[in-house]
């Protein structure tokens, strides 16, 4: 698959840019950085420490970084366009290492989070603060670029100054604008009820959010206990446990007799449940599975609203297109969350006060030399 891909990318090209992932390389040194050699094959290497390339660079020495729930999608070698040795990671923040001539509002040495995705500031898009560069036709307009992510979206092998705990602060380059994203992308008001599916760190955050903008209720979805029970001691949010419930739609509407206002998907369980979707995805007749958007079209009421916040590369199968129209059901593809567009406010307004303290989320804390092994750890927490 990945070959084929690769060919396919290169038939597309890359369009021209002010940005480009090529890299300047400082001779005689090296860093270690994670790297994807094949499915389930991801280790520590010695790579060459960047250099400035063009006068708006900025180089940070890494002081912290997270495992995100779509790095198991590159680990698994489900999203297009890798390429051995690719460098890995696009959640990171640290120290102001080096930087370009053109760069005047950042010292050497200052503490910075950076977000994952890459913008130019200058197009239509990041004008509306919709921080996106983008890099490939794939989907009829050119896709985002972000760093760590593959040839898919631009191979950028890798801010926001802050004045709290790195821990506090490291979040902000994906989970927690993500998570926001999301819930306001899909329209959470005061008095909804809402229903979140996965218990990720976006998808617990996310729940989160969603009290805080008003939601008077909010059940969330997953079948991993460890996740489930969290999400309740942490959060005080109902569950429930698709393995224990297998019709979820059902089970809602036991709960929520009207349905569900809101339902955003922050997980999208990239496993079939049913033994059709198995065959057609084992057989590369989809890449994604249209269980969990179904799921979300009949459990939400009339004119109710459906995000996919959740990675999703390619095609699904059977989405259930007479519910979506028959109920005026708003789907919304929430898209690259314009990460950069919520910094301020979720910096200013939630962390500092300490209304939102994203550390809640974190269960692990682990030497960069032992970050591989993480992946199958990780991996193991999703089943």
């Not at 005689?28 to 010695?46: D, E, H, P, Q």
């Not at 029970?229 to 007799?257: H, M, N, W």
């Not at 569900?260 to 449940?273: I, M, Q, S, W, Y």
């Amino acid at each position: 698959m990945q070959t084929a891909t690769n060919r396919f990318q290169e038939h597309l090209g890359i369009e021209p840019t002010d940005i480009h992932p090529e890299f300047n390389h400082v001779e005689g040194t090296s860093k270690k950085a994670l790297a994807w050699f094949g499915s389930k094959n991801v280790r520590m290497v010695a790579a060459s420490i960047p250099d400035i390339t063009e006068p708006d660079d900025v180089i940070l020495q890494v002081t912290g970084t997270t495992i995100c729930g779509s790095d198991l999608h590159l680990y698994h070698g489900e999203i297009m366009a890798l390429q051995k040795g690719d460098i890995l990671r696009h959640e990171f923040m640290g120290k102001v290492f080096k930087v370009g001539p053109n760069v005047k509002n950042l010292k050497l040495g200052q503490r910075v989070v950076s977000s994952f995705q890459i913008s130019c500031g200058k197009c239509d898009y990041c004008r509306e603060n919709l921080f996106v560069l983008l890099q490939n036709y794939m989907y009829g307009q050119r896709d985002a670029g972000s760093f760590g992510y593959s040839h898919f979206t631009g191979e950028f092998p890798r801010t926001k100054q802050n004045i709290v705990p790195d821990e506090k602060a490291l979040y902000l380059s994906d989970v927690l604008p993500t998570s926001y994203h999301t819930v306001v992308d899909t329209g959470v008001k005061p008095g909804d009820v809402v229903g979140v599916w996965g218990l990720g760190p976006i998808g617990q955050c996310a729940a989160r959010w969603a009290l805080l903008e008003g939601a008077s209720r909010v059940i969330e979805i997953d079948r991993v206990h460890s996740r489930l029970q969290f999400a309740e001691d942490k959060s005080g949010i109902e569950t429930i446990d698709f393995s224990q419930y297998s019709d979820v739609t059902k089970r809602i509407y036991e709960l929520c007799p009207r349905g569900l206002d809101v339902a955003p998907d922050c997980g999208t369980f990239h496993e079939p449940k049913t033994l059709t979707h198995k065959i057609q995805k084992t057989l590369m007749l989809e890449t994604d599975v249209s269980e969990t958007i179904n799921e979300m079209i009949v459990s939400v009421r009339k004119m109710g609203r459906c995000g996919i916040i959740a990675v999703d590369a390619g095609f699904a199968n059977a989405i259930n297109v007479g519910a979506l129209m028959e109920k005026g059901v708003r789907l919304i593809g929430n898209g690259q969350a314009p990460i950069r567009k919520y910094w301020e406010e979720i910096f200013n307004e939630y962390i500092i006060p300490g209304k939102f303290d994203p550390t809640f989320m974190i269960t692990h804390r682990v030497p960069i030399d032992d970050l591989a092994k993480l992946y199958p750890a990780f991996r193991q927490s999703h089943r």
